[in-house]
């Protein structure tokens, strides 16, 4: 069932909102239990022999026939114009009984349960689009989607060439998997520093955001400014070090 995501869905959208049905199933109980009072009171004649001589047995019969005849209830019981010829009240009353139990408990409680499954799985089923989109229009290592893969990279890299070559995520999981064969004495310095990265659950090793292919994410103006700050400082650096070496040289001399 997990090679079949739609398929699972179907179990999820019954299974997640268990709570919710649970509930709803235990309201219905509640209202069938109200209607058996009721019924057990008044409409005891109605039931055929045996079916009713408790509360419990009548709450069973019930419960029982409310979901397998066509009207609910109605359909089970006897028919109230042979039951209640003489007595208009009942007949009435069997009216009203019949038709409300119908609605309230097979019309309105029936669908609040399946409303709660269609609604629950026409989420899942956004959330596995998206989940397509996303696996089909993101990067799974930077991040960055296919729409900025293809126009602004340096090449006008093809995004299925950025995902399979450069940023594949399958190399990355043979390098972990590399990394915890192999023997932490032997590790090159950037193994190491990753192999730390890995058992701190950090993943900013990871190129997030940042792509070669890129012209935005490397080279900018600003980063060159500060590359070139950077060597400026080092060469006054050295011209001081030179400096000092001459002064201290001069000083030896005079001694
Ligand atoms: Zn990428």
Redesign the pocket.
Known sequence: MIRFPLLLNVVKSVWNPRKMILYTGLLLLIFMFVFTVFSYRVFYESYNAGFCDSMWICFLSTLDSAFKYDQGIGGFLKNPYEVYQDDEVKLVLRFIFDNFFNILVIIVMLNIVAGIIIDTFGELREQLQEYNQDLENQ?F??G?DKETIEKESINLQNFSD?IKK??YQWYYLFYIAYLREKDPTEYTGIESYVADKLDAVDITWFPLNK?LCLKKDFGNEEEKNIVTSLESIKENAQELKNILVEIQTEIEEED
């Open positions: 990067c290592i930077c960055h950025h450069e940023h792509a």
